[in-house]
């Protein structure tokens, strides 16, 4: 059986890249960087930026014919990215806050408790796409209704 002569280690640390066509790449920068509070790591006027997202990178681009089809609520493909934030649990209020302030059209109307471990909402970001973002208790809670659980969490 043939062996390699060096035993070399793929690295974990690697960030992946992932890139998105889109539109309005101003309305963009806004809901990643603004409302949910995400590292803008490069940006280049009219062009491009790129946010962190956990182990991934992803790099959205800017196409000034791009545009949302007739049939579909996102640019360019005709299937949507989808992805999943995690935001700390207590900075997840803050997050919906704002969310439910804006433009932007949340796909559930109030957080859900998924998978019997997280709260999670989804909503459309400008491109079309749905975000999940999702918290994860310190503590599972005894109420799975989000007003029962919020309002007993103050107490």
């Given amino acids: 059986m043939w062996k390699p002569e060096h035993n070399h280690q793929i690295p974990t640390?690697?960030?992946?890249?992932?890139t998105v066509i889109c539109s309005d790449l101003n309305a963009i920068r806004f809901f990643y960087g603004e409302l949910l509070g995400l590292e803008e790591k490069i940006w280049k006027e009219n062009s491009y930026s790129v946010f962190q997202l956990g182990?991934?990178?992803?790099?959205?681009?800017?196409?000034s014919t791009s545009q949302k089809s007739k049939n579909t609520a996102y640019d360019y493909l005709d299937i949507p990215c989808q992805w999943s934030i995690r935001v700390p649990e207590a900075l997840f209020l803050g997050v919906?806050?704002?969310l439910k302030n804006s433009k932007e059209k949340l796909l559930t109307n109030k957080p859900?408790?998924?998978?019997?471990?997280y709260w999670g909402v989804t909503v459309n970001d400008p491109v079309g796409n749905p975000i999940e973002l999702y918290t994860i208790p310190q503590v599972e809670p005894?109420?799975?209704?989000?007003?029962?659980?919020?309002?007993t969490s103050l107490l």
């Fill in 13 to 18: 640390g690697v960030a992946d890249l992932s």
């Fill in 142 to 151: 005894i109420e799975k209704e989000w007003e029962t659980h919020a309002l």
């Fill in 96 to 98: 919906l806050y704002q």
């Fill in 55 to 63: 182990q991934t990178e992803v790099m959205f681009c800017q196409n």
């Fill in 112 to 117: 859900e408790w998924r998978h019997g471990s």
